[in-house]
């Protein structure tokens, strides 16, 4: 079955950087599109990039320039390297894979304040 792991949440200051990594199995990694949403407490579940099988990567207007997404289809893994961290930021991160429906992380946590 498909199985999405999500690791490198934290605490951080603003203005620093930190990168999350997704590690997935139970399918064919390099055929698909790998996409990282995010959910503040009390808002809904937001789109933050996707990377594409062959890597065209799409981002959110409010993390372009800041937030870099990559893939590593030998390992199937998806990281988010973000920079320049604001307290907007802060939320629960989640990897995502859709097939027949969409399949998620247990999320990680990321909190940026000071």
């Known amino acids: 079955q498909v199985q999405l792991v999500e690791s490198g949440g934290g605490l951080v200051q603003p203005g620093g950087s930190l990168r999350l990594s997704c590690s997935a199995s139970g399918f064919i990694f390099k055929y698909r599109p790998m996409s990282w949403y995010r959910q503040a407490l009390g808002q809904e579940r937001e789109l933050v990039a996707t990377?594409?099988?062959?890597?065209?990567?799409t981002y959110r207007d409010s993390v372009k320039g800041r937030f870099t997404i990559s893939r590593d289809n030998d390992n199937n893994t998806v990281t988010l390297q973000m920079n320049d961290l604001k307290p907007e930021d802060t939320a629960v991160y989640y990897c995502?894979?859709?097939?027949?429906?969409?399949?998620w992380g247990q999320g990680t946590q990321v909190t940026v304040s000071s």
């Open positions: 990377i594409s099988p062959h890597g065209i990567r």
């Open positions: 995502n894979v859709r097939r027949d429906i969409d399949y």
